[in-house]
């Protein structure tokens, strides 16, 4: 069994430097790393015009700045190649079947985890989850519309959660 870090990504711009929502991710991994260093680390992100558009995925620079605070190179898994929170959970599916994980402290941002948390729980019932939240550090006004578009990603999320178990009873 597979103890693992999941950090969600956020943003690069086109020389694939950090947003501040990324590095703050980052620097929260680091943190629960250092109480956790028997656990992996799976960095999600690959490619969308929302948030990458450089030629590798988001998640390699995710992986390499936690390297420079002192993650090992030795602690990260493959990456999820996800272009949004839905895929990050989906698309970890593999991994988490062929590493049978079953303990994970996932790292996402204040704003992002009750979507977070609908999402991972609901596609890996059996997992048992920490939530780790990294501060955002925004205005007042950056942060109520990072608020606002959860409220509404949420109800998003409820809806293709839905037609994802569809679709899976009907190929099991």
């Not at 999600?44 to 988001?58: A, S, V």
């Not at 009750?114 to 007042?140: E, G, H, Q």
């Not at 006004?141 to 994802?164: P, V």
Request: aromatic share 12%; with cysteine; hydrophobic share 40%.
């Amino acid at each position: 069994m597979t103890k693992v870090i999941i950090v969600l990504g956020s943003p690069n711009d086109d020389e694939g430097n950090l947003s501040a929502i990324a590095i703050s991710r980052c620097e929260q991994a680091f943190v629960e790393y250092t109480k956790n260093s028997d656990y992996k680390v799976l960095c999600t992100g690959g490619f969308g015009d929302h948030f990458n558009k450089t030629k590798l995925p988001h998640a390699n620079y995710i992986k390499e700045y936690m390297q420079v605070l002192g993650i090992p190179n030795s602690a990260f898994l493959d990456f999820t190649l996800s272009a949004y929170t839905f895929e990050d959970a989906s698309l970890s599916i593999p991994a988490f079947e062929s590493l049978h994980i079953k303990e994970v402290i996932l790292i996402t941002s204040d704003f992002h985890i009750n979507r977070a948390k609908l999402l991972f729980t609901a596609i890996f019932p059996m997992v048992s989850f920490i939530f780790s939240a990294a501060k955002t550090l925004c205005d007042d006004g950056e942060l109520q519309r990072l608020a606002s578009h959860e409220l509404m990603a949420i109800e998003r999320e409820k809806i293709n959660l839905e037609q994802y178990f569809k679709h899976a009873s009907r190929t099991l």
